[in-house]
């Protein structure tokens, strides 16, 4: 008898221990609290962020498409990445966001928001959301990839890719120094109506391929002027003292507007005399996100291949 109460007792301490365990599972499973991790921001401050963020808004446009490569759909993004014909198709069902809805945002109920350090805004966000301001020249392009891919659980994938292109890349440019001589230097510019910029080496517009991906040459006063600073405005003017052997344009639909393209000086630049110049749609090329880097380098690479020697 004795020892048919103590296998008795036996039991119901085991079922105990079994649903003990049992509502302690269910409660951290139903608990809605996202694990938490350190984060350390571009201005040396340390914030929690999910370490598997579900909801995601990017007010900074640059990163849209950094996630979509990693396979994260953001719930809101800034309108500016529904201007590029390359990442448009792949925001269905994505809410755009204007500068200062700030309404909307809320309403998406994101559990973190990338942005840039610069707006204006960063402080209504972090109310909202654990908030990562990016300080846009602090990364280079394929850095803030392998950091996005950190951020959302994604490492292994933003390595891929990264490894991957700078193979496949350098294998381009080898390519077109062959066709059109290693010692040719490029410039990037770009045409509004009324004004001129100038692009050093990671800030859109091909830069990051031409010079970076293809290591391709860049004009010396270009090296100079404007490499530290990312961009620089110019006067029709002064055009031809940032023109390299070969030139590449941006601009709105792919057509120069610009009537500097009807000047002296346009017309006397090498690069024109000689049939050395490429252009491109401007919104397809302002960001350097892996699925825009792949479309770029394609027209790139095609483009320079036609050009003669």
Known sequence: MKKIVALLIACIMILAACGGTSDKKETK??????????????????????KEPKRIVVMGASYVGNLLDLGVKPVGADQYAFQSDILKPKLKGVEKLNPGEIEKIIKLKPDLILTFDTDKDNSKYAKIAPTIPFTYTKHGYLDVHELLGKIVGKEKEAKVF??????????DGEEIKKHLGDDKTYSIFQFFQKEIYVYGDNWGRGSEIIYQAFDLNMQDKITKDVKPTGWKKVSAESLGDYAGDIVLISSDTG?????????????NMNAVKNNKVVQYDAEDFWFNDPISLEHQRKVLKEALLKLEK
């Open 255 to 267: 057509k120069i507007s610009n009537t500097v393209t009807e000047s002296k000086v346009w017309k």
């Open 29 to 50: 499973d139903t608990s809605g609290k996202a694990e938490m991790v350190d984060f350390k921001l571009d201005n040396g401050k340390t914030i929690k962020i999910p």
């Open 162 to 171: 990264v490894d991957q292109w700078k193979k496949e890349t350098k294998k």
